[in-house]
Structures are given as C-alpha cells and as structure tokens.
C-alpha cells in the first residue's frame, strides 16, 4: 500500500503560480501511474494531469496544458503539480492520487489511492 500526503496549496492572484507536491509513503517504487485531479465547489471531481511512475510519460488536461507542469522525484518518493499562469477557473481542492496498475489515466476509478486534498485559490 502507499499514503500519500499533499501540500503546497494555497492563496494566490490570478497569473501567480503555486507547486503542490505529493509525498508518497509505504510501496511507493513499484507505483505504476500518479495523478492529480482537482474538485471546484459544487462540481465533480476532474482529471488535471497524470505521469508514469517509471517512465515519466505526461498527460493533461486540455484546460491546463501549456500551464502546469507534473513531475516526480523518484528518490524522495515524491511527486509534483507545477502550476503557472492561475486563474479563478483553477481554484479547487487538489488531490493527488496513485495506482500500481495500468489504466485509463483520466479515471478517477482508476486510481486505488488518495491524498487528503489541499486548497488552491486563485483571486481575481
């Protein structure tokens, strides 16, 4: 199993930038996928972006490619959400989430571990 803890969120102005990370704990070297998905009030859970645990392969969403930016430190079991250029649309909970198995990476049932959430809040 593996516990995943996020921090990093925030209060930020619109244009600002924020990096949330993801530390992973317990069987962390043998994940397979790492995701973010975010959930604005009143709004389902989406998918933001995903990387491959080994291999380092990205995935966005259309609504945030060419701003955020995932990454992940292999040593430090740790993984990362770059986030530039923010706007109001992007304020949400942030939740890091893990897998060890392959899937379709914008499924939020494909994801077996979750973090806590952390707030991000873009202001106008």
């Known amino acids: 199993q593996v516990q995943l803890v996020e921090s990093g969120g925030g209060l930020v102005q619109a244009g600002g930038s924020l990096r949330l990370s993801c530390a992973a704990s317990?069987?962390?070297?043998?994940?397979?996928?790492m995701g973010w998905f975010r959930q604005a009030p009143g709004k389902e859970r989406e998918f933001v972006a995903a990387?491959?645990?080994?291999?380092?392969?990205?995935y966005y969403a259309d609504s945030v490619k060419g701003r955020f930016t995932i990454s992940r430190d292999n040593a430090k079991n740790t993984g990362y959400l770059q986030m530039n250029s923010l706007k109001p649309a992007d304020t949400a909970v942030y939740y890091c989430?893990?897998?060890?198995?392959?899937?379709?990476?914008?499924?939020?049932?494909?994801?077996?571990?979750w973090g806590q959430g952390t707030q991000v809040t873009v202001s106008s």
């Open positions: 989430a893990a897998t060890y198995y392959p899937g379709t990476y914008y499924y939020i049932q494909s994801y077996n571990y």
């Open positions: 990387l491959t645990w080994s291999g380092g392969n990205t």
């Open positions: 317990g069987r962390a070297y043998s994940l397979y996928t």
